[in-house]
């Protein structure tokens, strides 16, 4: 099947800092990304979609300023967390839609854990 | 109110058993059923995916059914093993929106 990685698999970094996670697609071209988090006991939410070569769809709620999706490639997009405080601490997954599935399927990374200290 | 209803939260079970989980949707119109396997501190998954035209998947010892008239689905674990202890999460599609249940925790004990 396909895989999603995810880069890095945990992070710890300090409030008022910025972190980048990765998202690669290894062996489909993704042309389209999703980015989730999940808090402890609680299902996946969606932030934001994220398409190559355009800007990322965000949820309502979430801060387009402070989580920064870049889709620079078909087999990249990156999440960043900006000026990171406590409360941005959560489980990161990302998801990528394989185009040449007819049920578009999506297949999701191993997840990033995010600590802010 | 969520559009996809998991049942029940959790859920205890003894090695070998076997256990039903539900799911209920009003998620319209309906595109496509999933239900994924996430074990702690890692990403979903996918262990069937099932069209309007498909009533039952297998995978193993997981069977998914879909009822789409009552817009219920199940997900039956048969021989439960201690390697099943995970959340399972139903996903409701209407083409590219997905919705996601809250998750049903299964524990799997020796």
């Known amino acids: 099947g396909a895989v999603v990685s995810q880069h890095p698999s945990w992070v710890i970094c300090k409030s008022g800092t910025s972190v980048k996670i990765e998202c690669r697609s290894l062996?489909?071209?993704?042309?389209?990304m999703f980015w989730y988090r999940q808090f402890p006991k609680q299902s996946l939410m969606l932030m934001a979609t994220?398409?190559?070569?355009?800007?990322?769809?965000?949820e309502q709620g979430v801060e387009k300023d402070k989580f920064l999706i870049n889709h620079a490639s078909l087999t990249l997009s990156t999440l960043t967390v900006t000026s990171a405080h406590p409360e941005d601490s959560s489980f990161y997954i990302c998801?990528?839609?394989?185009?040449?599935?007819?049920?578009?399927?999506?297949?999701f990374g191993p997840g990033t854990r995010l600590t802010v200290t | 109110k969520n559009q996809v209803e998991q049942s029940p939260q959790s859920l205890i079970i003894l090695e070998g058993k076997n256990c039903t989980l539900q799911?209920?949707?009003?998620?319209?119109?309906?595109?496509?059923l999933r239900w994924y396997k996430q074990d702690t501190g890692r990403g979903p998954v996918s262990l069937t995916i099932?069209?309007?035209?498909?009533n039952t998947k297998s995978n193993g010892r997981y069977t998914a059914t879909l009822d789409a008239d009552t817009k219920q689905s199940s997900l039956h674990i048969t021989a439960s093993q201690l390697s099943d202890s995970a959340s399972y999460i139903c996903?409701?599609?209407?083409?590219?929106?997905?919705?996601f249940g809250a998750g049903t925790r299964l524990t799997v004990k020796p």
């Open positions: 099932m069209t309007f035209s498909e």
């Open positions: 062996d489909f071209q993704a042309t389209t």
């Open positions: 799911c209920n949707y009003t998620v319209s119109p309906f595109s496509n």
């Open positions: 996903v409701v599609s209407a083409f590219n929106d997905m919705r």
């Open positions: 994220s398409n190559e070569g355009s800007k990322a769809t965000y």
């Open positions: 998801s990528a839609r394989d185009p040449n599935r007819v049920t578009y399927e999506q297949y």
